[in-house]
């Protein structure tokens, strides 16, 4: 079955079906801030199979961002991995959660200008709204929630034009008596409706669509463009504590992409607790481990010296301008070197190995083409790691990799292509005729990628003179 659909596809019948006929379409007028408590028929979307140890999304659909005219990921694992040819859309999945991380966090609008506005996000050939559909498990209670985000540029800004949190039962369908649409573009009159943050007014009445007790909540408005989800975990509700959940998960969200010139740098003096997305301040991490986790610092070090041939240990060093430099002690030498002096392949796996030892490490994060730069013997080890990682945070990795693909199983890898309206399809390979099969069979997922046994994603299947 493939998870995903392009212009023209069937419609699904998955959670996106909460969006009434129409209520996706463009409109002249500005978009009011409300929100509505209402029943909804809605079918169910399976659970995954098994329960997560952490916080997990567990269900994808972005539309008309990029490349991603509509596409669509069920069931994620705790390690989703993402291949196909060059230009494909993978790295775009990672940057639209990056967006939406900034959104849900109050920062819309910044999030919108960072990205040349639509200009820069909004798919080619579309004159539509851009949109977000998420599920997310709960560690504690196990419970899904559902979450959408649409947006919509109008007059030279960018407003929210629909924004809904429910809950699923515990048959898998969403719950018919707490739907909150917290903005609603469409709606005029609603039993939950919040118009601002400020000079909040809160009364109790009785529920419109006959459901229930609703909380009614109204304010001044100031025209703000931006999501209320964080709104909603501050008031009483029957889901505040899920809406602080879902909050703390999305905008723990990191997009990571190391580059090699920023890897070898100088950094300002200073510990820093977590690495930044292109490993600039990698010597402040050490340096903070050094600090207060000597022992991730030991960790790190010993799993350098089984990778890297030689390599005796790795020093953070203050220097005479009070900046931050990391010095690498090879064995045969007594004086070790600066970072600048060292392989591109030693500095990632020093980065990667910070970045995947994190103490205290939580939440979502994604990696950019992690094997860069690394021996091909050392991709296995390194998805090895990747997979231990998972037992603390979600992860979702771009690759061109087959050597990574052969660690992994097909229920974790989506092959992203485009289709013939040049749009961004995604399908599982646990759901290419055979695949499964021929791994049970002993046959790699990366030999399988490589022999074209996947049918789909091979850049030079419509070019066949390019061989």
């Not at 459901?211 to 109204?218: M, N, Q, R, Y």
């Not at 029957?238 to 920023?262: C, E, G, M």
């Not at 789909?456 to 070019?463: E, H, I, M, R, S």
Request: charge should be neutral; aromatic fraction near 8%; hydrophobic fraction near 40%.
């Amino acid at each position: 079955m493939a998870m995903a659909t392009a212009a023209g596809a069937p419609a699904l019948q998955g959670p996106q079906n909460i969006f009434p006929a129409g209520s996706e379409t463009s409109s002249g007028a500005p978009p009011r801030q409300t929100a509505l408590l209402c029943k909804k028929a809605i079918p169910p979307m399976p659970a995954p199979a098994n329960a997560p140890a952490v916080p997990r999304l567990t269900y994808l659909r972005i539309k008309n961002y990029r490349a991603l005219r509509d596409v669509e990921f069920r069931d994620l694992t705790p390690l989703s991995v993402f291949i196909g040819p060059n230009g494909s859309g993978k790295s775009t999945v990672l940057k639209a959660l990056a967006f939406l991380a900034e959104a849900v966090s109050g920062n819309l609008e910044k999030a919108w200008e960072s990205e040349d506005r639509f200009k820069g996000m909004l798919t080619r050939g579309i004159n539509d709204d851009i949109v977000f559909e998420l599920e997310f498990q709960e560690l504690l209670t196990k419970k899904t929630i559902f979450y959408s985000l649409i947006v919509r540029e109008l007059n030279g800004k960018i407003f929210v034009v629909k924004e809904i949190l429910a809950e699923r039962d515990k048959l898998g369908r969403l719950d018919l008596t707490f739907i909150y649409e917290l903005i609603n573009l469409q709606t005029q009159t609603s039993n939950f409706k919040v118009t601002s943050r400020e000079s909040v007014k809160k009364t109790t009445t009785k529920n419109p669509f006959g459901v229930g007790i609703g909380t009614h909540i109204s304010g001044s408005s100031h025209g703000k463009s931006e999501s209320q989800i964080d709104f909603l975990s501050s008031i009483e509700s029957p889901l505040k504590n899920q809406a602080a959940a879902f909050i703390a998960f999305i905008i723990s969200y990191r997009y990571v992409h190391l580059t090699d010139d920023h890897l070898k740098g100088y950094s300002d003096k200073g510990p820093r607790e977590r690495l930044s997305a292109n490993g600039d301040n990698l010597p402040n991490v050490l340096y903070y481990l050094h600090l207060k986790h000597p022992e991730v610092l030991a960790k790190i070090t010993a799993q350098m010296r089984r990778w890297v041939p030689a390599l005796a240990d790795i020093v953070p060093e203050i220097t005479s301008d009070e900046r931050l430099l990391l010095r690498f002690k090879d064995t045969p030498f007594e004086k070790p070197l600066p970072a600048q002096y060292m392989s591109d392949g030693t500095m990632r796996l020093a980065a990667l190995l910070t970045l995947l030892y994190e103490p205290d490490a939580t939440g979502l994060l994604g990696i950019e083409e992690p094997e860069n730069e690394l021996h091909p013997q050392l991709l296995t080890r390194l998805a090895e790691e990747l997979i231990k990682a998972t037992e603390t945070r979600q992860l979702l990795v771009a690759t061109h990799s087959p050597a990574l693909l052969n660690a992994l199983e097909p229920e974790q890898v989506w092959i992203l292509h485009r289709g013939p309206d040049g749009y961004t399809q995604a399908t599982r390979t646990a759901d290419i005729p055979h695949v499964k099969e021929m791994v049970e069979d002993g046959s790699p997922l990366g030999y399988l990628w490589t022999s074209n046994s996947f049918i789909v994603g091979n850049p030079l299947a419509a070019a066949p003179d390019a061989r």
